[in-house]
Each structure stands twice: as C-alpha cells, then as structure tokens.
C-alpha cells in the first residue's frame, strides 16, 4: 500500500469512528441517556445481578452469553453502562477489519471493494447498534470472525478450531444460527479446492467438535438447573409470534400480549413448546398452507427490511422515541440520512446478487447461502428490523457489485459488449430484485400501508 493510500485508508477509518462516537455521544444528550427498549432490559438486569453477587436468572427463551459479558465488564468497571459500549465499538472496528481481508480475497475490483467497505462503515443502523444492548454487535463480530478464518486460512487445523469455538459462542448469543451450521458444513466439505476431500472432513469434524465443546457448558447447566441436556431456545414461541403477527410495520406487533400468553400455558419451556406446537398446527390447518405462506410474505420481509429501523425510529418524533436529546434538525437529518444509506444498502444488494458468480471455486457463495437461510428464517418467525443485522455486511460486498457494474456501464459504449445476452440478461435480473427490495423496504414507508 502506498503512502497515499495508507493516508486515505486512515481518514476512512478516522471518519467513520468519528461518526459511530457521534451516535454514541447523541445517546447520552438530554435530560438522560437513551431510554432500554424491550430486550435491552432482560440483558442489563441479567448483567446487573451479575455485578450485585447474584446467581443470573437466564431464561431459557434467550442465550446467556451477552448477559455474562455485560456482567462480566460491570465488575471490572463499576456498573456504568459505557464502558461496555466502548467495548462494543470495538467490536464494530474488528468487523470492518475482518469484513475488509474477506473483500481482498473475494471482490474482484478495487472500486466494489472500497464501496463495500463505505457502505458497512457508516451504516447508521450498525453504527447505532453498538452502543444498544442487544447481542447483534457481539453475534455480527463472532460471525465475521468465523468466516474471516473460513477465507483466509483454509486447509489449517488451528484455523477449524478456531471457527468451531466462534461458531459455538455465536450460537451463545443468537440461537437462530444452529440450522445454518450444517449448510456451512456441507458447502466446505464440497467446495472445489487444492485440500483434499479426506484433510477437509478431518478438518470439519476438529471444528464441529470444538463447537460442541463450546456450548457443552451451558447445555449442562441446563440439565444441572432444569433436568433437561440441551440449550436455550425460543424457536417455537418464535414462529407461533411469526404467525401471529399482523402488521407490516415491526414496532407497532403484539408480542409482549403473546409472550404473557405463552408464559401462562405451562410452569416449564418444554410443556409451553408442547402446547404452543398444537397451537401451530392448528393454526396451519384451518388457514390452510397456502394462506399462511402467502400471509407470511405478505408482511414478514417488510417488517424486517424496512429503513424505518430500530435507529430511525428511536430518534426524536420516532414510533419508539427513545434518545432524549432536543435537536429536531439533527434528528430529522439522522432519519433522513439513515432513510436513504440503509435503503440504498439493501436495493444494491439485492441486485448485486445478480452479478454474483455462481462456483464452488466463490467463497462469495457463502454469503449468498447465508443471506437465503436468513431470508428462510425471516419468513415463519417473528421477526422485526434489527434481525436484518447479521446480514448487512454480506449485502454491503453485494451492493459493491452493484456500484462496480454500474460504473462498468456508465463508461462503455452503447454498443459495446455490455449489451451481450449474458450481461442483459443479469441487468434485467438485478433490475427486477432491485425494483423488489425497493417496495419491500420504502414501500411502507412512501405509500403507508
């Protein structure tokens, strides 16, 4: 890297820091910081009882580890809220590293590349979410770590253990990542490279066995506590939530009524799964299956796609209205700004989906096979916006291809060979899941419905 590059590099990442610490000075402006919004508080009360001496109450409904980590830096700093936020600063800084050595060895041009890591760096909702006190900052750097390792150092032992235990503590802060796991498996063991398929299973058993060893300890907590061996898991209440739901918009569901609801069905979470299952089944039944699934796509991706996030909609005249500082402007210039970057994220990734290519030799294909899963998740749980998190980095790299073909257009001639059959043909794909994406996530917001 160059002298002028390197000091290009550095104002990128002095800018962008400089703007998540904005966001992070805005949450303490007013008459008191920003105001705990639904999981946030189950989080700090468990970090809270942590720091006071007491044994944490964990809910099976939601995974320990974040809990235990907020507990974990209110004894090392007193019970103050900040330092872990600065932590977890951190922890959005590592990301875009590992984000930006994934690019080096997967985008093909330097200008997909630098967009890419623009779009991740100053996305407010990103930005915004590691100053909140949900697990998605943490889960997003256990993640990308993960697959940093999967690109960058294929084929080496250490490496696989490595990715087993992030994997194993990613699944300690979002359980919705078991049913991916073995998709991931199944895409290294049959990727098309230089390790032999036997060095590749022996790889990708020392990795499922570190990520068992991984979450064996909170497995038999469970068993300790509750007399059952397995993890935490709100799976089910989640897709009967993910039924029920009925609005379009995340903020405005009916989930504390039906998370009381399901509490009352039975005094342990394996008699309210039972009960709460029938309710399913019932439910799918009399609908019918096909009137639940066009039900479900009918709401689900525009609850959690919108760009009316969880950042947008707790600034000043938000739905949630949750920071406290009285500055109208610069809360209508946040929205309007997170309004058109977050949009812009998502239309471009989406199309940018279309100039993919599609290979065994691609560790890009992991990307895609993680955004799919997710969007299979999306459609039978209960989901709202900041569910969209884990997979803002992979349509960031996405969107770079939209930005790299679009450049590619605007400088070659009408009848030169971008008009060829293979190239229109992937313009008219990109166009169509743009112009999607687009309704999908302003649609709500343009046409209020």
């Not at 039924?243 to 998370?259: A, E, I, N, P, W």
């Not at 998190?389 to 790299?404: D, K, N, T, W």
């Amino acid at each position: 890297m160059t002298g002028k590059k390197r000091i290009i590099a550095l104002s990128l990442a002095l800018a962008a820091l400089a703007f998540n610490l904005f966001l992070l000075w805005l949450y303490y402006q007013g008459p008191q910081p920003k105001r705990l919004i639904g999981d946030e508080n189950y989080y700090v009360r468990v970090g809270t009882a942590v720091f006071q001496g007491f044994p944490p109450n964990h809910d099976l409904l939601w995974p320990p580890l974040y809990g235990e980590l907020l507990g974990r830096f209110f004894l090392l700093f007193g019970n103050r809220l900040l330092f872990a936020q600065l932590f977890q600063v951190v922890l959005w800084g590592l990301t875009a590293f590992f984000f930006w050595r994934i690019l080096l060895r997967i985008s093909p041009s330097p200008l997909a590349r630098r967009a890419s890591l623009i779009l991740l760096l100053f996305c407010p909702e990103l930005a915004a979410f590691s100053h909140y006190f949900w697990p998605e900052t943490v889960h997003l750097f256990l993640v990308m770590g993960a697959l940093w390792l999967i690109i960058e150092f294929p084929g080496r032992l250490w490496s696989s253990a490595a990715v087993g235990a992030l994997f194993g503590l990613a699944l300690n802060t979002k359980h919705l990542l078991k049913l991916f796991l073995p998709v991931l498996l199944v895409a290294l063991l049959i990727s098309a490279d230089k390790i032999p398929f036997q060095r590749k299973l022996k790889l990708s058993t020392v990795g499922v066995l570190v990520l068992l060893l991984t979450v064996f300890p909170l497995a038999l907590n469970t068993w300790r506590h509750h007399g059952r061996f397995s993890l935490p898991d709100s799976s089910v209440f989640s897709v009967w939530a993910g039924l029920s739901d009925k609005g379009r918009h995340f903020y405005d569901d009916d989930t504390g009524r039906m998370m009381g609801e399901y509490l009352n069905t039975g005094p342990d979470i394996w008699t309210r799964n039972k009960i709460t299952k029938a309710r399913i089944l019932e439910k799918i039944r009399q609908d019918g299956p096909g009137n639940v699934l066009i039900n479900q796509v009918s709401k689900q991706y525009f609850r959690v796609f919108s760009v009316k996030t969880f950042f947008t909609t707790q600034l000043a005249g938000g739905e949630l209205h949750a920071y406290s500082f009285e500055a109208p402007a610069i809360a209508g210039i946040l929205r309007l700004w997170a309004y058109a970057f977050h949009g812009f994220l998502l239309i471009a990734g989406a199309a940018g989906l279309a100039y993919m290519t599609f290979s065994r030799k691609n560790p890009a294909v992991l990307f895609c096979l993680f955004i799919l899963y997710h969007l299979g998740v999306f459609l039978i749980n209960h989901v709202v916006a900041r569910h969209a998190l884990p997979i803002l980095p992979m349509l960031a790299y996405f969107a770079g291809l939209s930005v790299e073909r679009m450049f590619s257009r605007w400088k070659s001639s009408p009848h030169g060979r971008e008009f060829l059959s293979v190239g229109k043909f992937r313009d008219i794909l990109a166009a169509s899941l743009a112009a999607c994406m687009a309704f999908i996530s302003l649609g709500p917001l343009l046409l209020k419905f």
